[in-house]
Structures are given as structure tokens and as C-alpha cells.
């Protein structure tokens, strides 16, 4: 087989309309050789990834979590961690407090969540995690004390809002965060140096033989785009933005139609 491991992301790329695997990617999944790696990579956090590969019926896969801010390997080992700074984190959430914006707050294995509301009930039902419940600024009095950030801080509520705040948070630190739109209510934000790419690099020079160009990997927005550009075979879900298509060099189905699942039938039959 010319193409030695998969690399996907979760939402809107695996994941059927039911944000769930459905019983055509098990099976494709689990009819690849025993040791054929499917690493995940996603904004989510590692817990709301771990069931997703125990679904799969694979073990002991490494992890690229939160963009690539936090890598894990296939053991567990933290292969790498980058975080946004604490007093950023903590001027962020100033700049919220001017709006009625939710924000979540993430480091590592930790979800912090002040409100108990829409937002946060939908996160927890996506996720499949459960949060710890935390006023914001004590979040930050505990990562200072701590002297670490957060590896990702997501901003939830009124398209209108969410616009304001990419435009005051691009002008003042653009050159250091990642500002990434999931949907017009939702903005992610990540360091700048990190990427899904990145991320699996430290992977494979970790635990694999092989190089970038002996993965396939799936995507469908924005933070996909320098994973798909890095890999061998990189393919869009039919669903995937415009710009992700034009750096794919296959688009598949989209995600509600088994996009991924239809690629890996291809695949088995080189095998």
C-alpha cells in the first residue's frame, strides 16, 4: 500500500450528520491493517476524541488536540504543548466582558465553563465530556499561579458579536493568535505557531518510518487547509469551504454521505 497512515479531522469531515461514526467508516476503518495508524485531528479537546477512536475499535492512537496546541502520542506522552499566554487569556476575557459572548476555556485534559447555558449544554452534548465549572477569572488567577495559558480559548454567541470581536482581536494580536471561524457564531482561538500539520509532524518523527507524504488526510475548513497542503493525499469532503477544496487533490463525498469511508473503500482495494 503506498500510503502508510490516515489523518482526519472530526467535525463536518468523520462525523455523519448525527455527529456520530456511522457503521460504513467502522467497518472501513477496521478492515485496514491492525497497525495501519488513524491519528485524529481536531480543535476538540483529548477526551472529546478518545471515545471517537474506541468507537473505531483502534487503540492506543496518538492524538493531535486543540489544532495542534497539544499532541499526544500513542502512549500518552505530550509530544507537544503550546499554549496562549495568561495575560492574553486574561485580556481576552476583558474584552468579552463588554458583550454578551460565551466563553470556554481549555488547557490540556481541563474544560472550564462559567455559564451554565445554551452554549455550554450543546458543547457538553457534542463532546460527550463533561466540564469543570469555573468563573473565568479564577481560571486565570489558577493558570498564573500555574504559570501556563490556555491551549484554546472558544467564543460563542451573536454573529454580530462574534464579528466585533475577530476585528478587535485580528487588529491587536493577529501577528500571535490563531482566529479561526467554525460557523459565523463560533470563533477558536489558538496560538499562532501551531497547526494540525505541525502536530502530526511531531507524531511521525516520534513513533513512524515514514514521512508526510505517506498520509492521507481529510478535511473540510479553514484550520485544515496547511494539513492537507503537507500531506501526500490530501482530500476535501464535498462540504468543505471553497479554499479547502482548491488545496485538496481529491474531493470525496460529503460528510452526511460517508465522504471518508468512500476514500478508504478505494484505499483497501490497493491493498
Known amino acids: 500500500m503506498k500510503y502508510k497512515a490516515i489523518c482526519s479531522d472530526i467535525d463536518g469531515t468523520l462525523l455523519n450528520s448525527i455527529r456520530d461514526l456511522s457503521?460504513?467508516?467502522?467497518?472501513?476503518v477496521n478492515r485496514l491493517p491492525e497497525k495501519f495508524p488513524v491519528i485524529l485531528a481536531s480543535s476538540r479537546m483529548p477526551d472529546a476524541m478518545r471515545h471517537l477512536v474506541t468507537d473505531l475499535r483502534r487503540h492506543s492512537q496518538p492524538l493531535i488536540a486543540y489544532n495542534g496546541g497539544f499532541v499526544l502520542s500513542s502512549i500518552g506522552e505530550i509530544l507537544e504543548d503550546v499554549s496562549i499566554p495568561v495575560a492574553l487569556v486574561e485580556q481576552i476575557l476583558r474584552l468579552t466582558e463588554r458583550s454578551k459572548i460565551h466563553v470556554s476555556l481549555y488547557q490540556g485534559e481541563n474544560w472550564y465553563e462559567e455559564k451554565d447555558d445554551y452554549w455550554s449544554q450543546r458543547e457538553v452534548k457534542n463532546t460527550k465530556v463533561q466540564c469543570t465549572w469555573m468563573n473565568g477569572m479564577d481560571v486565570v488567577?489558577?493558570?498564573?499561579?500555574?504559570?501556563?495559558?490556555?491551549?484554546?480559548?472558544?467564543?460563542?454567541g451573536n454573529h454580530d458579536e462574534i464579528n466585533w470581536l475577530f476585528g478587535e482581536l485580528n487588529f491587536e494580536h493577529g501577528q500571535d493568535l490563531h482566529l479561526y471561524r467554525s460557523s459565523d457564531t463560533y470563533l477558536e482561538i489558538a496560538p499562532k505557531a501551531i497547526s494540525k500539520a505541525t502536530g502530526l509532524r511531531k507524531i511521525l518523527a516520534h513513533e513512524y518510518e515514514f514521512e508526510m507524504e505517506s498520509v492521507i488526510a481529510f478535511g473540510d475548513n479553514y484550520n485544515d487547509i496547511d494539513l492537507l497542503q503537507s500531506v501526500g493525499w490530501g482530500v476535501a469532503v464535498d462540504n468543505a469551504k471553497p479554499e479547502v477544496k482548491a488545496v485538496a487533490k481529491e474531493i470525496t463525498l460529503h460528510h452526511k454521505e460517508d465522504g471518508v469511508a468512500a476514500v478508504l473503500e478505494k484505499l483497501l482495494l490497493q491493498v
Open 23 to 28: 457503521p460504513r467508516l467502522v467497518e472501513a
Open 141 to 156: 488567577d489558577l493558570w498564573s499561579k500555574g504559570k501556563s495559558g490556555a491551549h484554546k480559548v472558544m467564543c460563542m
